[in-house]
């Protein structure tokens, strides 16, 4: 089939598509484009991920509201029925790629999955197949990865056989179906027919702007985009350091400086967690890399984020030691577990790193999180006994805290606040003695011994 045909095929909604990865970002795009009136075909190897959501059921953990409708509607219209068998792509005219693409310990792309994928593809796809890639992949493996492994695999040529694009995913965990339809995308096509014909299928889905491009700046705004969110936190965080030694509050000197025209200081804290901020500022490193151009500033901002727990364990550390106590042997109540606030996602999450450091200097742990379900709990039930508390994530439930029930329960009233929400002259009149990070820490000046991060 040649584009033009594609392109109508794509018009008319006759075009039978695939979704190859029925995660947090395939699953939602396939119901997507069923309820959009096509016909979808997911593939997804976990056998059991395959039954549930021909179940009509959605494996998607977390609150996303609209997804367990709208997978359960198109399953029973029979528009969207899912798979572990590849063959059946053979007779698929768009197939999109929703697979994993993380990073390894080294911060090098672990492009198994999609290598998996496309092999797997390759070998069933009809002539004419529109592929489009959705994960976060870094700057140039579209022309130096993915393609010459359609073109082995298929033994077709691109623009001839078949069609390359990357539409990378700006998905948010908690509004996954909103973000789908109302953010704009990037539209990288490997030609601009190409890139028009993603543009009249995304059209069906996406009410926002779709900005059609070519692969490399498709890839490289995707990876731009969280890198300078990393590189902004970092910023956030080491104006934090800075105001701990030199005696200011990061959180009124950020207000402040947000008043300046043109500035937008992100928000200090305990750490940047998740599944894409994490990672996509290696992918785009890497890439750099790999065409010798020095990166600085981007390995720079994740070794100062990813320090953050360590600089909270510091600032408990120091806090005990001026009550005469030691981190050994310390029983030490952690308040969220979740990489973000409100949510059950717990990837990367700061306050697994925080644990493990605390766990490495003999400290006892209880931990509380109102989302997950080993977690929850009277956290004042919890704190009975403490040492301290120590809170890592900004959950809506520990903004109205009761800090004399708190003081109460506590062997040592001591809280160390990771995100700024306790509102410290309150908490300190109920006998709580409270450092906040960013914030003049105690009388005895600059924060201990820094804990190297496990
Ligand atoms: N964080 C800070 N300071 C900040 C913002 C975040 O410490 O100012 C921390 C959070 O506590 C969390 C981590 O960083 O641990 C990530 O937070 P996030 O708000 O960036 O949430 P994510 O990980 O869900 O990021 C996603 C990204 N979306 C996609 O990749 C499609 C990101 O590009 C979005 O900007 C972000 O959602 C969003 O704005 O919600």
Redesign the pocket.
């Known amino acids: 089939m040649n584009l033009q045909d594609l392109i109508d095929q794509i018009q008319h909604k006759t075009a039978r598509l695939a979704v190859i990865g029925l995660g947090y970002v395939g699953l939602p795009v396939a119901a997507e484009f069923a309820r959009a009136g096509f016909n979808v075909l997911g593939v997804e190897q976990r056998q059991e991920r395959v039954q549930y959501i021909n179940a009509g059921q959605t494996p998607i953990e977390g609150d996303e509201p609209g997804l367990a409708g709208l997978v359960n509607e198109q399953i029973r219209s029979g528009r969207l029925r899912a798979t572990h068998d590849y063959q059946e792509l053979k007779d698929r005219n768009v197939v999109l790629i929703a697979v994993e693409t993380p990073v390894d310990e080294n911060h090098l792309p672990n492009s198994q999955a999609l290598q998996d994928a496309l092999q797997s593809l390759g070998k069933v796809m009809l002539p004419g197949t529109l592929v489009i890639i959705e994960s ?1 992949i870094a700057p140039g493996t579209m022309e130096n990865f993915v393609r010459p492994l359609l073109d082995a695999s298929s033994r077709l040529q691109l623009n001839q056989g078949y069609y390359l694009g990357n539409c990378p ?5 908690g509004k996954l179906l909103a ?1 789908l339809r109302q953010v704009s995308r990037v539209v990288g096509g490997m030609s601009s027919e190409t890139a028009q014909a993603m543009v009249a299928l995304y059209r069906h889905i996406v009410q926002a702007d779709l900005d059609a491009t070519d692969c490399v700046t498709a890839e490289l705004v995707k990876t731009v ?2 890198a300078y ?1 990393d590189v ?2 970092a910023f ?1 965080n080491e104006i934090a350091l800075i105001c701990e030694g030199v005696g200011g509050n990061v959180w009124t000197v950020r207000e402040l400086v947000n008043k300046s025209p043109y500035r937008q200081m ?4 305990a ?7 994490p990672k ?1 500022p290696w992918l785009l490193a890497y890439s750099a890399i790999q065409k010798d151009v020095p990166v600085r500033l981007i390995p720079a901002a994740r070794a100062i ?1 990813d320090s953050m727990p360590a600089h909270v364990a510091a600032l408990l550390g120091q806090a005990l030691a001026e009550k005469g106590r030691q981190l050994a042997g310390a029983l030490i109540l952690i308040l969220g577990y979740a ?3 409100n949510s059950d996602d717990t990837r990367a999450s ?1 306050s697994a790193s925080l644990a493990q450091i605390l766990e490495a200097q003999n400290a006892h742990l209880r931990i509380h999180d109102p989302y997950l379900n080993e977690f929850q709990g009277d956290l004042y039930a919890l704190a009975q006994g403490c040492d301290a508390v120590v809170l890592m ?1 900004r959950h809506q439930a520990y903004l109205d805290l009761d800090y004399q029930k708190l003081a109460g329960a506590l062997c040592t009233p001591l809280v160390i606040d990771g995100r700024n929400i306790i509102h410290r002259k309150l908490a300190e009149a109920c006998g709580l003695v409270v450092r906040i990070i960013g914030t003049e820490q105690s009388t005895t000046g600059r924060v201990g011994t820094q804990f190297d991060m496990p």
């Open positions: 976060t995913e700006r998905v948010m965990p973000n985009e969280n969110r902004q936190i956030a992100h928000l200090p804290g750490g940047v967690g998740g599944h894409c901020i996509d984020n990489y973000l606030e700061p994530v």
